[in-house]
């Protein structure tokens, strides 16, 4: 019997640094819905407040400065609305164990329950699987299914997360459905928190390859 097909989740974070159990806080969460391998229109997107400097190697790849963060909301104060948003589907990422390993630090440290790996799906590992012996950073991966990733001059939550389900798509579908994938939006930039709220809810340490991979 063949099952209906079900929402997936492609999410990205960016970090103070490379080990969530080194002190390493997330300061940005994007999220991007896919049902039936195209978008729906949902996101969720919020800046974080570290609580701690972000080092000027971590700015240098995604731009958010300590003062910039300043006045954003901890993560604490967002963690309802991410999971909410996330629900119980299949989450998406790229080089997964990376973004997992720092939500479920911020988790803990928020006082909710960890996502489970077993409902992870790592596009790295797809990558690897599907191209053995080619690059497989999202940048190199974009370029090889001619997604455009010219807005991508920095590192960013929402707009990696963006890429990223272009890519999982062409990964995973035949280029028709990627197709139907919308042109990529500008990542804002003066934005707390964006959350588009759907009718019903849905029902280790970190190498420096790690984050290279990411």
Same mark, same amino acid.
């Given at each position: ?20 159990? =080194?002190g390493?806080?997330i ?10 391998s195209?978008?729906?229109g949902q996101?969720?997107h ?8 972000v080092?000027?190697? /971590? +700015?240098?790849?995604?731009?958010l400065?300590t003062?910039?963060l300043?006045?954003?909301?901890r993560?604490?104060a967002v963690? =309802?609305?991410f999971?909410?948003f996330v ?8 080089n997964?164990g990376?973004d997992?390993?720092f939500l479920?630090a911020?988790?803990k ?6 996502? /489970?790996t077993?409902?992870v799906?790592?596009?790295?590992v797809?990558?690897?699987r ?5 690059h497989?950073?999202?940048d190199?991966? %974009?370029?090889r ?5 010219s ?5 960013? /939550? &929402? &707009? =990696?997360?963006?890429?990223l389900a ?6 995973? %579908? ?6 139907r ?11 707390t928190?964006? +959350?588009?709220?759907?009718p019903n809810?849905?029902p280790?340490? +970190?190498?420096?390859? =790690?984050?290279?991979?990411?």
């Open positions: 019997m063949l099952l209906p097909p079900m929402p997936e989740i492609v999410i990205d974070t960016e970090t103070t640094g490379l080990d969530p159990l =080194d390493d806080r300061v940005e969460i994007g999220a991007v819905e896919l049902y039936n195209s978008p729906t996101t969720f919020s800046y974080v407040y570290p609580q701690r400097v080092p000027a190697d /971590a +700015v240098a790849v995604h731009g400065t003062e910039f300043d006045d954003k909301p993560f604490d963690a =309802d609305e999971l909410a629900g119980d589907v299949p989450l998406v990422a790229h997964a990376f997992i390993a479920n911020e988790l440290r928020a006082g909710r329950a960890p996502i /489970a077993e409902r799906v790592d596009t790295l797809l990558a690897r599907k191209h053995p012996g080619g497989h950073t999202l190199d991966l %974009c370029a299914y001619g997604v455009d990733r807005r991508r001059t920095q590192h960013g /939550a &929402l &707009l =990696d997360a963006e890429l272009a890519v999982y798509v062409e990964l995973t %579908c035949d280029r028709q459905a990627a197709m994938l919308d042109a990529i939006r500008p990542e804002p930039s003066n934005v928190t964006i +959350v588009r709220v759907r809810t849905l280790a340490r +970190v190498s420096h390859a =790690d984050r290279a991979a990411h």
